[in-house]
Each structure stands twice: as C-alpha cells, then as structure tokens.
C-alpha cells in the first residue's frame, strides 16, 4: 500500500511503471516534461547547481535528491561532456519562462512542483 500525502517532502519514484494513461486510479503521475525551452547556465537565480551528469535520468535524478529548497526544474546539455564541464542545471524557478537567459541546456520541469 502506497500513501500520498499532499505537500510532503518525499515521494515515491518507481522507474519501471509503465504509463499507461489510466486516470481511473486516482493516483496523478508528476514527471518531468521537456518545456521546449533552450535556457543558459549563466541563470540570475538567487540558488542553482550545477552538476557534471552521466546522462539527463542522473541530471534528473539530482534534481529529485537536490539539498535545495525545491528543485522544479533543470536543464541538460548533451553536447557537454561529462569529462568536460558541467551539463546539469537544477534549480526552483521562480522567474517566468521568458526571463531566463536563452542557450544549449534543454529545461525539463515537473508541473506538480511548480503549482506549490
């Protein structure tokens, strides 16, 4: 038996679930969706993290055990090396979409964070 609480700082993340698109659970799936957004690392947020990931599920995964007060969203680049620099972003936005300073990371964010 699982138990969602609403506002809770846990959850649960089951990376074999197969989505089937069955609302008759009850259960509302939050995952992080690609906004279509190429955003920059030079962010003018009070709080960010850059990060040096293996792939976008470690970047992801980073921003789901993030020490920050609530990571919503972060930003991938593929074209950066793991070895080479830093291709992770995580970060709560709190700026609207057209505030943030264009470049080659690719924002996902999760929708239930950012309703809040």
Do not use: W
Not at 31 to 46: A, H, K
Not at 79 to 94: A, E, M, P, Q, V
């Amino acid at each position: 038996m699982v138990t969602i609480q609403s506002h809770s700082n846990y959850y649960l993340t089951d990376y074999q679930c197969v989505k089937t698109g069955d609302s008759g659970t009850g259960i509302k799936t939050c995952v992080f969706v690609e906004r279509g957004v190429q955003i920059s690392d030079d962010l003018n947020l009070p709080k960010y993290r850059k990060y040096r990931a293996q792939s976008i599920q470690y970047c992801q995964q980073m921003c789901s055990l993030s020490s920050l007060e609530k990571c919503t969203s972060f930003a991938y680049d593929p074209t950066i090396s793991f070895y080479d620099g830093y291709n992770c972003l995580n970060f709560h936005r709190s700026l609207s979409l057209t505030e943030l300073p264009r470049g080659s990371f690719s924002l996902y964010e999760n929708p239930c964070l950012l309703t809040t």
